[in-house]
C-alpha cells in the first residue's frame, strides 16, 4: 500500500490506496482508506503533520497486512450491476492434485517430450488439467477444458491443441509411466515385491471396428466394440503400468509383454505376480517360474483332476490361522464365531507337465453360507421364469441363474419331440454345492499358506482400481476414435488414478478411512469468491475431511479470506519439486 495525496478544488485528501492485477492480469488499484482532508487533520492532530502521520498510518497497515493480521472491509453496492462476463467463482480444489502432481515431477517429464518434439502447445498444462478435471469433473476432452476455466489457474490452451497433445502423449506413454513409477517412489513407499495383474475392458459408443475397437466379450455384456486395459498394481494399490490391447485380444496373452516393459522400463526384474483364475494359464504360470520370478494364482478347484479335488474336499488335515490343532471340518462347531468366521487351509505339492507348484485349499463356514444364499436367490429366480414361460437357456458365469434351467423336449406319449419343456437342473446345483465354501489358490513360493493366502486376499484392490476409473473418473464409454488419442485417454486416467490413490494415502495416514469419492467430490466443491483487490473468500464447508487434506498438502486455504499475496504462495508451494530427485 501507498498514500495517495489528491487536490479537490480548495481541499486535499489523504488516501491510503492498494495496488493488484485484476483476474485478467489487469494492474488496477483501490483505495483502502480515506484519512480526510489535510485541513482536518491539522486541527485534530495538534499539530502533528498530517502527510507523515497518514504516511505511519500506511506503513502500519501494510504490516499488518503482511502479518495477516488486518482486517478486510469490502464494500457492495445493491445498485450496482455486475460486470458482464466477469468470473467470481473458482475452484481451488485442484491445487491439492497440482501438488502432487509436481511430486511426481510431471512437469519436468513435459518439459523433457517438448524439448524432444519441438512443439509449441503447453504439454503441461494440457495433461495437469485434464488430470485435475478427470478427477474432479469427469466427461470428453472439450468438456475438460470448459471445466478447467474454473479453476484459479486459467488454462492457455486451445482445443485443438489439446487433441495434438494427445498424440504426443500416446507415443511417449512407457516413458510417463516408468518416470512416475520412479519418482513416485521419493514421494510414498512402493511396495512391489509381490504385485497384481487384471485385465478389463472399456466399451465405445459405436458399432464400428477399427484398430484397438474391435468386438470381444465385454464385461458389461454390451454389443459395442471394446478395448482391454491390462493393469499392474503393487501391494498398497497404487497402479504401476497399464497396457492397450485390442478387444478382441486373449487377457491370457496380455500380461507377460507387460512384465517385460517392467523389467525394460521400470528395472523391475525380481517380483510375484498374483493374478485370477482367468489369467492363470500354464503358460503364464510357467513364464514366471524363475530364480526372479514366481506365482501366485487362484485355482479353480472344480478343474482339477478328480484324485485332488478329492484330495480337496476330504474333511480331515485342515488348519487355522493362530490354531496349532488339525481340524475334520465336517465336525467343526459352528455356534462358535471364531470357528465359523475362520478360513481352514490345508496345502501339499502337484506337478503339472513339469510345473511344480503348490495347492493350497481354504473352506470357510461363512464363505459356503454366503454362496447357498446366493444360490437360493438365483433359484427362486429361475423357478419364476419357468412358471411365466419366459426360461430360456444360455446361462454359464456363476452370476446367471438361467444355467440352473434345463430343456427337455417331448410328445405327448413321451416320445422325444419338438414340445419343450424346462424344469430346474437339480443334477447342475448338487455339483455347485460340492464345492460350497471351498477356494484353491496355485503358487511355486515356499511362503507359509497364510502368507500366500495374505497376499492373494490384496487382489480386490485392483478391482478397485478399476471401478474408481470406470464409475468415479468415468473412463467409459470412449468418443474418441484414433488409437493414438484412445491410449493417451487411458494414460490420463492412469494417471489420475496414481495422483488419487497418493492423496488417499497421505489424507488416511491418521487413520481415517476417506473414500475416493469422498475426497473427489469434496475437492469439487472446493469454491471460492473472488473479492477485487482483495482475495479469496472460501465457500465451501470446512469438515475433518478438508482439515485433513490441508494437513497432508502443508497450505491452508480455510481461513476467512484468502488474500492474493497469500494465494499466490500457495500456488507456487503447490508447484515445487526436488529437481535433483527427479
Known amino acids: 500500500m501507498k498514500l495517495s495525496i489528491k487536490k479537490s478544488g480548495r481541499f486535499t485528501y489523504l488516501y491510503a490506496v492498494k495496488g493488484f492485477r485484476d483476474d485478467r492480469g489487469v494492474s488496477t488499484s483501490k483505495v483502502v482508506k480515506k484519512f480526510g482532508t489535510i485541513e482536518e487533520l491539522k486541527e485534530s492532530l495538534d499539530g502533528e503533520d498530517p502527510v507523515e502521520w497518514a504516511r505511519a498510518q500506511v506503513e502500519e497497515m501494510t504490516a499488518q497486512e503482511k502479518s495477516g493480521k488486518q482486517e478486510v472491509v469490502v464494500k457492495y453496492k445493491p445498485s450496482v450491476r455486475l460486470k458482464k462476463d466477469e468470473q467470481h467463482s473458482f475452484n481451488g480444489g485442484y491445487l491439492f492434485l497440482q501438488k502432487i502432481y509436481h ?3 510431471l512437469d519436468r517429464i513435459c518439459a523433457r517430450i ?11 498444462g494440457i495433461l ?6 478427470r478427477i474432479m469433473y469427469p466427461g470428453s476432452k472439450r468438456s475438460s477444458l470448459e471445466e478447467s476455466r474454473r479453476y484459479i489457474e486459467q488454462p492457455g490452451s486451445d482445443l485443438h491443441e489439446i487433441y495434438r497433445a494427445l498424440s504426443v502423449l500416446s507415443g511417449e506413454s512407457d516413458f510417463i509411466q516408468s518416470r512416475a513409477y520412479r519418482n513416485s517412489k521419493k514421494i510414498i513407499t512402493r511396495k512391489s515385491g509381490v504385485i497384481y495383474y487384471d485385465v478389463t475392458n472399456y466399451y465405445f459408443e ?5 484398430g484397438l475397437r474391435q468386438y470381444g466379450l465385454s464385461k458389461e455384456h454390451r454389443p459395442n466394440p471394446i478395448v482391454q486395459m491390462g493393469l499392474f498394481m503393487d501391494m498398497e494399490g497404487m497402479p504401476l503400468a497399464f497396457d492397450i490391447n485390442p478387444g478382441n485380444t486373449s487377457e491370457q496373452l496380455t500380461m507377460l509383454p507387460l512384465e517385460k516393459k517392467l523389467n525394460d522400463n521400470f528395472k523391475i526384474s525380481r517380483l510375484v505376480v498374483c493374478t485370477d483364475a482367468g489369467l492363470s494359464s500354464y503358460d503364464n504360470r510357467k513364464a514366471n517360474d524363475t530364480a526372479e520370478r514366481s506365482f501366485i494364482t487362484v485355482q479353480s478347484l472344480k478343474k482339477l483332476k478328480g484324485h485332488l479335488q478329492e484330495w480337496s474336499l476330504q474333511p480331515e488335515g485342515w488348519h487355522m490361522k493362530g490354531s496349532g490343532k488339525i481340524f475334520d471340518i465336517s465336525q467343526l462347531d459352528e455356534e462358535d464365531k471364531e470357528i465359523y468366521n475362520a478360513t481352514f487351509h490345508k496345502s501339499r505339492w502337484i506337478n503339472e507337465n513339469g510345473l511344480e507348484q503348490k495347492l493350497i485349499a481354504t473352506f470357510s463356514p461363512k464363505y459356503r453360507d454366503y454362496l447357498r444364499y446366493i444360490r437360493h436367490r438365483q433359484l427362486e429366480r429361475a423357478g419364476k421364469a419357468i412358471e411365466k414361460g419366459t426360461a430360456k437357456l444360455g446361462g454359464k458365469r456363476s452370476t446367471d441363474y438361467r444355467r440352473f434351467i434345463s430343456q427337455t423336449s417331448y410328445t405327448p406319449d413321451g416320445e422325444l419331440a419338438p414340445l419343450t419343456s424346462y424344469t430346474l437342473d437339480r443334477e447342475m446345483v448338487g455339483q455347485e454345492e460340492r464345492f460350497d465354501g471351498y477356494y484353491g489358490v496355485c503358487t511355486d513360493l515356499l511362503d507359509e499358506d497364510t502368507a500366500i493366502l495374505k497376499y492373494n486376499g490384496l487382489r480386490w484392490k485392483v478391482e478397485d482400481c478399476f471401478r474408481v476409473m470406470k464409475t468415479d473418473f468415468e473412463a ?3 468418443f474418441l476414435q484414433r488409437d493414438d488419442r484412445i491410449r493417451a485417454h487411458f494414460l490420463t486416467c492412469f494417471l489420475s488414478l496414481l495422483i488419487m490413490r497418493i492423496l488417499e494415502k497421505k489424507v488416511n495416514r491418521a487413520g481415517c478411512k ?7 467430490d469434496t475437492l469439487a466443491g472446493m469454491d471460492f469468491c473472488s473479492i477485487p483487490g482483495e482475495g479469496f473468500v472460501p465457500a465451501y464447508t470446512r469438515t475433518t475431511l478438508t482439515d485433513h487434506l490441508h494437513g497432508s498438502a502443508g497450505f491452508r486455504t480455510d481461513t476467512q479470506i484468502i488474500t492474493k499475496q497469500t494465494m499466490r504462495k500457495i500456488i507456487s508451494s503447490t508447484r515445487k519439486n526436488d529437481e535433483k530427485k527427479l
Open 206 to 210: 459405436s458399432e464400428q471396428e477399427n
Open 128 to 133: 495437469s488439467r485434464l488430470i485435475y478435471t
Open 476 to 478: 467409459r464409454p470412449v
Open 114 to 124: 517438448a524439448d524432444k518434439h519441438k512443439f509449441e502447445f503447453d504439454l503441461d
Open 514 to 520: 476417506f473414500s475416493v469419492r469422498e475426497i473427489s
Open 103 to 105: 511430486e511426481l515431477g
